[in-house]
């Protein structure tokens, strides 16, 4: 089975600072890894995946991963954080030994409050 | 660029009562996946379809129902509505191989009185 964890509810920054979201999987095959936002009442929206090659992937709005496989993670992080990055941040996995176009599976997310 | 689209936005019903929840994929996208979001929590995935054929099942209740049609639009149908079906409801399509993202629409909020 796949399956994600974020062990933060929540994630305080202030405005500038750097920030990281945390993310581990697990698959029984390659992972294939998604970082996706949700701003209040909306859809998700995505940032940025991981298929394969290099493992620092680059997304939109200025957020980048870093893919690592030892440590089964995928941790989404910025140089420096705007107050509009205030949002709930979800990590998603589909194993690629499950043949077919299989559904994402979601963390149960993370909250990051950016302070003026 | 065209967007998933649901309809309705926001819908009320009472308990037992049935309600159906319409997603219109992004044109040329070949499969749809509905989520279900309970207050506070992760998407869960409830069932997706690829090329009008059910592909993948996940905690969907056997309350629920789905279908995808011929020009790819899919219905979701909730009958005997419990209060714990209130929720914000998400379809999402994705196009081309196992390694693409969904794109989500803006979700449908059904509330159960």
């Known amino acids: 089975a796949q399956s994600v964890a974020q062990p933060e509810d929540q994630v305080n920054v202030a405005e500038g600072n750097p920030l990281t979201v945390k993310c581990t999987y697990s698959?029984?095959?390659?992972?294939?890894l998604f970082w996706y936002v949700q701003y209040p009442n909306r859809g998700l929206q995505f940032l940025l995946k991981?298929?394969?090659?290099?493992?620092l992937v680059k997304g939109s709005y200025g957020f980048e991963a870093e893919f690592n496989k030892s440590q089964t993670s995928f941790h989404l992080k910025k140089p420096s954080a705007l107050v509009s990055d205030s949002a709930l941040y979800f990590c998603?996995?589909?194993?690629?030994?499950?043949?077919?176009?299989?559904?994402?599976?979601f963390g149960s997310g993370t909250r990051l409050q950016v302070q003026p | 660029a065209a967007g998933v689209i649901q309809s309705p936005r926001h819908l009320i019903k009472e308990k037992r009562e049935t309600a159906t929840l319409k997603c219109y994929p992004i044109?040329?996208?070949?499969?749809v996946y509905w989520y279900q979001q309970g207050p506070g929590q992760d998407p869960q995935f409830l069932i997706s379809?690829?090329?009008?054929?059910?592909?993948d099942k996940g905690s969907i209740p056997d309350r629920f129902s789905a279908q995808q049609f011929s020009d790819y639009h899919s219905e979701l149908n909730m009958s005997s509505l419990e209060l714990g079906d209130s929720a914000l409801y998400f379809c999402?399509?994705?196009?081309?191989?196992?390694?693409?993202?969904?794109?989500f629409g803006e979700g449908s909020r059904l509330t159960v009185l």
């Open positions: 998603a996995v589909r194993d690629g030994a499950r043949p077919g176009r299989r559904a994402l599976t």
């Open positions: 698959v029984s095959g390659n992972p294939y």
């Open positions: 991981y298929i394969t090659g290099d493992n």
């Open positions: 044109p040329r996208h070949d499969t």
């Open positions: 379809f690829y090329e009008k054929m059910q592909s």
């Open positions: 999402a399509s994705a196009s081309g191989s196992v390694t693409g993202e969904l794109f």
